[in-house]
């Protein structure tokens, strides 16, 4: 089955950069896009962006679209995720995601998660 495992989260001021990095292993055939989303304590899960592996093709929610940006190696079978001009508002914990689907913009669409990484943005 597949397995991905996050990394990258760390503590960042207001206006840096993080990219985190999404290692898929196990049957990655079988994923047709990978996204990433992001939890902040008390909050729901919020999607953030999807990328297909064939072609790269993207979507991106409103409200990191022009600072995020997904990306994908399909010889290291990861999917990154490059955070720039980070907000405190962006402090969460961030979850990349297995899906049939594109574009797929709701949790119920994806069907394997990694355990997430913490990103913290201080202002």
């Known amino acids: 089955q597949v397995q991905l495992v996050e990394s990258g989260g760390g503590l960042v001021q207001a206006g840096g950069s993080l990219r985190l990095s999404c290692a898929v292993s196990g049957r990655t055939f079988s994923t047709y896009a990978m996204g990433w989303f992001r939890q902040a304590p008390g909050k729901e899960r919020e999607f953030l962006a999807t990328?297909?592996?064939?072609?790269?093709?993207?979507y991106y929610s409103d409200s990191v679209k022009g600072r995020f940006t997904i990306a994908r190696d399909n010889a290291k079978n990861t999917v990154y995720l490059q955070m720039n001009s980070l907000k405190p508002e962006d402090t969460a914990v961030y979850y990349c995601a297995g899906t049939n689907l594109y574009p797929a913009v709701r949790e119920s669409g994806y069907y394997r998660w990694g355990q997430g990484t913490q990103v913290t943005v201080s202002s």
């Open positions: 990328i297909k592996w064939s072609d790269s093709s993207t």
